[in-house]
């Protein structure tokens, strides 16, 4: 992405060699990039299209891989960047469901 905020950026913190441990601050760190990137929504969806490893738009590979298939063109269903109401210190996206009734009724 030619106006990606990680053009200046080391590319080793965007593909972290595991998902815990010291890896779990590079990809902290990858998507801090991306939330002050103008292009995230295209990265993510280029992500989103063709499967690759590492960090594009905000996400890991697993979490797009949780966020399901989807025909091409279509946009994300979420985007990388989260509302400040969240609370997420890391900067994650998150996934809500729709609370549930209660099996009684209520």
Same mark, same amino acid.
Do not use: H, Y
């Given at each position: @992405? ?33 939330? +002050? ?11 989103? #299209?063709?499967?690759? #490893? ?6 890991? +590979?697993? #979490?797009?891989?949780? @966020? ?12 990388? +960047? ?16 729709? +609370? ?7």
């Amino acid at each position: @992405m030619s106006q990606g905020a990680c053009r200046g950026e080391d590319p080793e913190i965007f593909f972290p060699i595991a998902a815990q441990g010291p890896a779990l601050a590079q990809a902290s760190a990858a998507k801090a990039v991306c939330r +002050r990137c103008a292009v995230n929504a295209a990265c993510l969806s280029f992500g989103l #299209e063709t499967s690759q #490893e590492g960090i594009w738009g905000g996400t890991t +590979r697993e #979490e797009r891989l949780a @966020m399901g298939p989807r025909p091409a063109g279509q946009p994300p269903a979420l985007t990388a +960047r989260t509302p400040p109401e969240t609370g997420d210190p890391a900067g994650n996206a998150r996934i809500t469901a729709k +609370r549930q009734p209660a099996r009684d009724g209520t």
